[in-house]
């Protein structure tokens, strides 16, 4: 048999191409399961201030205390759908702190506190989360737009659309990105891939999160593809393509800072996988995770979850006590319950209304639709 | 007046709409230097740059969404699904998110987004091209299907589609792109939607038919007329939703109804017409209503076509079927 030259030899090594993706995306990490600052020059490079830090911790103790609550709710009726977030405190908070008012928000069905971080008045998802219409009204309490839209079921369809706002914002010659999220089985959506190929052709402001979080509902992150890493399906559609420890809040700020200054700068669009784990169930509707995962693994995640280091980084910067915790806790425990009240009290939903906001010029049929419930009172 | 063609109509409303306003943009497959594959886009990219015309990825879905997303920033999207055939592929960013945004976002935010694509058969394409879906996109609440029978309509239909706030899948029947000549008026001008036209005044019998099947239609109250039966054609223009009204006038001044449509008989336009009239205006009628559709198979292979669409002698024969009930 013919030899072959070195060049062609490695193009039909397979064995090798396997390897080189494996090999191609090493986890950017700041702080070590304990809190630790593992690299000093990534921290300064964060340039958090401490009021920055201990703002970062106190979203994240909010969004931990809305998803003990909300779970605790869900169980007695109150609270409605809900995806709980315990685990993911950094990869959502930490990476939503890196945008400002202006960029534009695309959240999946599990990022409700970034769409709070944005003005969105908790009782507004109470009220997404009981299924009231009133929750998608995206203003703040004193009738500030939020550039946010509502969370997204379908797991891969706020990556197509963030591909036309940052288009948008591009053509406008805004300030400003689009940032949206999915997770690891939103990657398998055709709309994934669309999404991001459209937003690298056009070098829109966009900024793609990939919350990898181990599981879609039960299907383990093994099961759901052969890639070896997520963020390497970035650089099918020629993105630059991170992978963070999604558990150390420094380094996800890091990244989504850097990601952003770059995407806001002309230079296209960033995704950024980040490794996290949900640490209880699918959501509040019935999901047992013990029927597809144990407990060891659980138990095994919650000694790497990001509360835990971002606290102790605080403590031993000297800027974070214990009662500083246990007050800010109770804070948002009154604020919460508060918001339900105002969820309680909001009007039932009108049917009439559904019908009068289907078009904005309602048809012959619609209009005698719309005449009939209002009659009845509905 | 100038005689012009169905797509020449089409190129020149696009052409009026990116010189009114600023905010309209266009892009889809091809649609650039190509001018789309039936050059109905033509010249435009060349005219406004590449930054309001442009080609997008061959990605139907990508499309849609981007469509929705760039209405955020105040953009009045016209995309271009180039065969009505792949449709499916965009299902999503329709059914599923434009069509329902202003109901979700409880009336606060708007979709003026157009959907443009040729629809129908006749010209040979290879399968998965030609299509009529029209009755499928007409049962999604929240958005508008507009459906032109001539060019006039087509020119002054598509203003009013791009200048309307609630989204639209505005189809042009492929056949009569080139096929079909008519008067046009120049400048800017609107056609309301949700408002059927009288395409040829009559007393006997109505026909009711919309987009390809209305020329179809007059041919047939054209040969009708040479035996004495005076058939009146209202075309539909939007068909969803529907102009109820236009159509009880129809009913009431004939009291006999044939329903014409090119898609499949159990694809939706019609059956929704009949429903109409059955439920508000039977006392009307002085015998069943007939109906021409096409045959309930597949969407056919290129050679097929011309035995499976419909014909103006189908029209006739079923005319004389419903006038010969008495």
Not at chain 2, 196 to 214: K, P, Q, W
Request: no cysteine; net charge negative; hydrophobic share 40%.
């Amino acid at each position: 048999m013919a030899d072959i030259t070195a060049t062609n030899k490695q193009i039909l090594d397979f064995n090798y191409q396997l390897t080189a993706q494996a090999d191609s995306f090493p986890t950017l990490s700041v702080l070590d399961n304990t809190g630790k600052i593992v690299d000093n020059e990534a921290f300064e490079r964060a340039e958090l201030s401490n009021d920055d830090l201990i703002n970062i911790l106190k979203r994240m103790i909010l969004s931990r205390q809305l998803d003990i609550r909300s779970t605790k709710l869900a169980k007695q009726g109150r609270f409605g759908f809900f995806a709980p977030t315990a685990g993911q405190e950094a990869s959502q908070m930490a990476s939503s702190y890196a945008f400002t008012d202006d960029d534009w928000l695309m959240p999946g069905y599990r990022d409700i506190p970034q769409i709070v971080m944005k003005g969105w008045p908790i009782w507004k998802a109470i009220l997404w989360s009981r299924g009231h219409v009133l929750g998608n009204v995206y203003t703040t309490e004193d009738d500030k737009p939020v550039n946010s839209w509502m969370p997204q079921i379908i797991i891969g369809a706020q990556y197509v659309e963030a591909a036309g706002i940052g288009l948008g914002l591009k053509k406008r010659k805004k300030n400003a990105v689009v940032y949206a999220y999915t997770g690891d089985g939103g990657t398998s959506q055709g709309d994934f891939y669309e999404g991001i190929n459209f937003a690298g052709a056009y070098h829109a402001n966009a900024v793609f999160f990939v919350q990898n979080n181990g599981y879609a509902i039960s299907t383990p992150r093994a099961v759901q593809t052969a890639a070896p890493h997520l963020a390497a399906k970035g650089w099918a559609a020629g993105l630059p393509s991170l992978v963070v420890d999604g558990n150390d809040p420094i380094a996800v700020y890091l990244a989504s800072k850097e990601a952003r200054s770059w995407a806001v700068n002309g230079n296209g669009p960033v995704l950024i996988e980040t490794i996290t784990n949900r640490l209880e169930a699918h959501s509040t509707a019935g999901d047992d995770p013990l029927r597809y995962r144990t407990k060891d693994d659980i138990e095994e995640w919650w000694e790497k979850e990001p509360l835990i280091r971002m606290r102790k980084l605080l403590q031993d910067q000297g800027i974070w006590n214990e009662k500083q915790e246990d007050d800010y806790v109770k804070e948002v425990n009154q604020l919460i319950d508060d918001q339900i009240k105002i969820a309680d009290n909001v009007d039932k939903q009108k049917i009439s209304n559904f019908i009068k906001n289907t078009l904005e010029v309602p048809s012959q049929a619609m209009k005698e639709q719309i005449a009939k419930f209002e009659s009845e009172g509905k | 007046m100038a005689v012009k063609s169905y797509i020449d109509a089409i190129r020149e409303a696009m052409d009026l709409a990116l010189e009114k306003d600023d905010d309209v943009i266009i892009f889809g497959e091809d649609v650039g230097k190509n001018g789309g594959v039936f050059r109905a886009t033509d010249g435009l990219q060349a005219k406004y740059g590449e930054d309001r015309v442009f080609n997008t990825p061959l990605a139907e879905s990508g499309i849609g969404g981007m469509a929705i997303g760039l209405t955020t920033q105040n953009y009045r999207p016209i995309m271009e699904i180039q065969f009505f055939g792949f449709l499916f592929e965009v299902m999503d960013s329709i059914a599923g998110q434009m069509a329902r945004n202003r109901f979700r976002f409880n009336g606060t935010r708007s979709m003026p987004i157009v959907v443009r694509s040729p629809y129908g058969g006749g010209t040979k394409t290879p399968e998965m091209h030609a299509d009529n879906l029209e009755g499928m996109v007409a049962q999604i609440p929240g958005i508008r299907v507009v459906m032109p029978a001539n060019p006039a309509d087509a020119k002054g239909l598509l203003l009013s589609s791009i200048a309307s706030n609630d989204p639209v899948v505005f189809l042009e029947n492929l056949h009569l792109y080139r096929s079909l000549k008519g008067e046009v008026p120049e400048g800017y001008y609107t056609t309301p939607l949700d408002k059927a036209a009288i395409a040829r005044e009559g007393d006997y019998i109505s026909i009711i038919s919309y987009g390809g099947g209305v020329p179809v239609a007059l041919k047939a109250a054209e040969e009708l007329s040479k035996n004495g039966i005076s058939a009146e054609v209202l075309d539909l223009r939007t068909v969803s939703p529907l102009d109820i009204q236009s159509i009880g006038e129809t009913v009431a001044k004939t009291g006999r109804v044939v329903v014409v449509q090119e898609a499949q008989r159990m694809a939706g336009v019609g059956a929704a017409v009949m429903s109409e009239i059955s439920e508000r205006f039977i006392l009307s009628l002085k015998a069943p209503i007939g109906r021409v559709a096409a045959p309930d198979s597949v969407y056919p292979f290129g050679q097929a076509e011309n035995d499976w669409m419909i014909k103006s002698d189908d029209v006739v024969a079923k005319v004389m079927e419903v006038v010969n009930y008495d």
